[in-house]
């Protein structure tokens, strides 16, 4: 029997949840035609990246409840999360062909970004819904990256469906000099944070 639904495309998201024993289904929502995305993640003008991706997070499980009564579907709490990595205090998204990639691992070689995951829970219903939502942020350093290893990189698949072009938990760790923080959250979800969350909504995880 499932604990919740996760509100993710993300077999990293769903790999982690597994690795601290929650019981899941998978709930997707439209990404693109005919009817367009369930959700418009353009950031809007002058909104902070915190913000930003707590509103996306909050959004994408308050939607989940939606589709649940939608498609008729057993009610039980959504689970969504959103991570964007930020440096010189711009959010870099997730690089639609290798210029984009190459041009996200020139910005973060040999320096400091921070990577912020945004976890959010939505319970209760329709009628009454309540959705609680936490963040992680951790510091990140790269190393120097040379214009030969971030073209052999960039042809690989990794870069392409991850925040800032790259996969910490990929071949881009051996990029990475010191982490301060969740390296969960860096994944695209923080264990420490998302189990609180669910402690609090009385699904304790232990």
Known sequence: MTDLYLASRSSRRRDLLKQIGVRFEPLLLRLAQPRGPDIDEVQHADESAAAYVERIAHAKAELGLRVLTMRSMLLK???????????????????????????SLRRLAGREHEVRTAVALAFGGMTTPRVSVVTSA??????????????????????????????????????????????????????????????????PVL
Request: charged share 25%; net charge negative.
């Open 77 to 103: 709490p959504v689970l969504a999360a959103d991570t964007i990595v930020i440096v010189d205090d711009a959010v870099l998204g997730k690089p639609a062909n290798p210029t984009e990639a190459a041009a």
């Open 138 to 203: 951790t510091r990140v350093r790269m190393r120097e990256i040379s214009d030969a290893e971030i073209t052999r990189y960039c042809a690989t698949a990794e870069p392409y469906d991850k925040a800032g072009g790259y996969a910490i938990q990929g071949m881009a760790a051996i990029f990475i000099e010191r982490i301060e923080g969740s390296y969960s959250g860096v994944m695209g979800l923080p264990l420490a944070e998302t189990a609180e969350l669910l402690k609090q909504a009385g699904m």
